[in-house]
């Protein structure tokens, strides 16, 4: 053997040793990888697996609290309309009554208990309206504006104290009729209620471009931005009926009107500004596809005032 094949032996062994060297190291290093994203993937499965214990109590808890609204809302909705069946009936039994006796005092009697009783069925739509009910009665035929904004005022109590200034001459349709008569009742309930007994609401009509619009005018102190913005939200729609958030004193009037708004394609919005009368003014703005023309005038007794479910 030469010399140089003993050197090249020899070179070749330690060449051997040191890729064995080599391989042990990247043995070892990966073995070490490995080690380590094992305990990588069991801690995220740890994770995955408290997050999805953790989501699946969420949702069952959300669950649970969708399923008791929704039983609140059921029985909210069967209470809201017996009350309105007995405040039918009590109105029907006032209705025989006016037509049976003549004496003055007697009838104002018997027209205040009726105003008492269209103000319990209101408050009993608007139950139903925010249990997700619709403004059940479908007027046969369509219903003048001026006629939807008198029924409206006939639904409350200081009734006397609204002003009603009609410049157009339209008529919503019968589908639509009872959610209005509904919305501006509420509405014009919130302006009485809010300003002086001593002061008038001035209820206005007339056409834009694109329908109609309602303004409804109060002379009561205003309202602060805070309380604006508010009022806007619940008008904005889209509110239910949650007994948790109620409150103490509850103000379903225009939540009622925000969700008839949204049902019923209509837009109710309220000024920042002052009213020219130093209250608040609201206007209800009806698209065309909401209002048509007026029939003959063939109007039974008591036009738009009743309610229904």
Same mark, same amino acid.
Not at 268 to 285: D, F, N, Q, W
């Given at each position: 053997?030469?010399?140089?094949?003993?050197?090249?032996?020899?070179? #070749? $062994? @330690? /060449?051997?040793?040191?890729? =064995?060297? &080599?391989?042990?190291?990247?043995? +070892?290093?990966?073995?070490?990888?490995?080690?380590?994203?094992?305990?990588?993937?069991?801690?995220?499965?740890?994770?995955?697996?408290?997050?999805?214990?953790?989501?699946?109590?969420?949702?069952?808890?959300?669950?649970?609290?969708?399923?008791?609204?929704?039983?609140?809302?059921?029985?909210?909705?069967?209470?809201?309309?017996?009350?309105?069946?007995?405040?039918?009936?009590?109105?029907?039994?006032?209705?025989?009554?006016?037509?049976?006796?003549?004496?003055?005092?007697?009838?104002?009697?018997?027209?205040?208990?009726?105003?008492?009783?269209?103000?319990?069925?209101?408050?009993?739509?608007? #139950? $139903? @309206? /925010?249990?997700?009910?619709? =403004?059940? &009665?479908?007027?046969?035929?369509? +219903?003048?504006?001026?006629?939807?904004?008198?029924?409206?005022?006939?639904?409350?109590?200081?009734?006397?104290?609204?002003?009603?200034?009609?410049?157009?001459?339209?008529?919503?349709?019968?589908?639509?009729?009872?959610?209005?008569?509904?919305?501006?009742?509420?509405?014009?309930?919130?302006?009485?209620?809010?300003?002086?007994?001593?002061?008038?609401?001035?209820?206005?009509?007339?056409?834009?471009?694109?329908?109609?619009?309602?303004?409804?005018?109060?002379?009561?102190?205003?309202?602060?931005?805070?309380?604006?913005?508010?009022?806007?939200?619940?008008?904005?729609?889209?509110?239910?009926?949650?007994?948790?958030?109620?409150?103490?004193?509850?103000?379903?009037?225009?939540?009622?009107?925000?969700?008839?708004?949204?049902?019923?394609?209509?837009?109710?919005?309220?000024?920042?500004?002052?009213?020219?009368?130093?209250?608040?003014?609201?206007?209800?703005?009806?698209?065309?596809?909401?209002?048509?023309?007026?029939?003959?005038?063939?109007?039974?007794?008591?036009?738009?005032?009743?309610?229904?479910?």
């Amino acid at each position: 053997m030469t010399q140089w094949s003993v050197t090249a032996t020899g070179v #070749l $062994a @330690v /060449l051997a040793l040191v890729a =064995a060297a &080599r391989y042990h190291a990247v043995s +070892v290093t990966q073995r070490g990888r490995a080690d380590r994203l094992q305990h990588e993937l069991a801690r995220l499965q740890e994770q995955l697996t408290a997050e999805l214990s953790r989501r699946g109590a969420e949702l069952a808890a959300v669950q649970q609290e969708q399923e008791l609204t929704a039983s609140t809302q059921r029985a909210f909705l069967s209470v809201a309309r017996r009350i309105l069946v007995m405040a039918h009936d009590q109105q029907a039994l006032l209705d025989e009554m006016e037509r049976t006796h003549d004496d003055p005092a007697l009838l104002e009697g018997l027209l205040k208990a009726d105003h008492a009783a269209a103000q319990q069925a209101r408050l009993a739509q608007t #139950l $139903a @309206v /925010l249990c997700g009910a619709r =403004a059940g &009665r479908h007027w046969p035929e369509p +219903v003048p504006l001026e006629d939807v904004v008198r029924g409206a005022q006939s639904r409350i109590l200081p009734f006397q104290r609204v002003v009603v200034r009609s410049r157009i001459e339209t008529a919503v349709v019968g589908a639509a009729a009872e959610a209005l008569i509904h919305a501006i009742a509420e509405l014009l309930d919130n302006a009485t209620r809010y300003s002086p007994p001593s002061t008038q609401v001035f209820v206005t009509l007339m056409p834009v471009h694109n329908g109609a619009v309602i303004e409804i005018d109060d002379g009561g102190v205003g309202m602060p931005e805070q309380a604006v913005a508010k009022a806007s939200a619940a008008l904005a729609g889209g509110s239910t009926l949650e007994v948790s958030r109620l409150g103490e004193v509850p103000q379903l009037g225009l939540a009622a009107v925000g969700r008839l708004a949204e049902q019923y394609g209509f837009r109710v919005t309220l000024s920042s500004a002052p009213s020219p009368y130093g209250g608040v003014r609201v206007v209800v703005l009806l698209p065309n596809a909401l209002l048509t023309e007026p029939l003959p005038p063939t109007v039974p007794g008591r036009g738009a005032g009743g309610g229904g479910l």
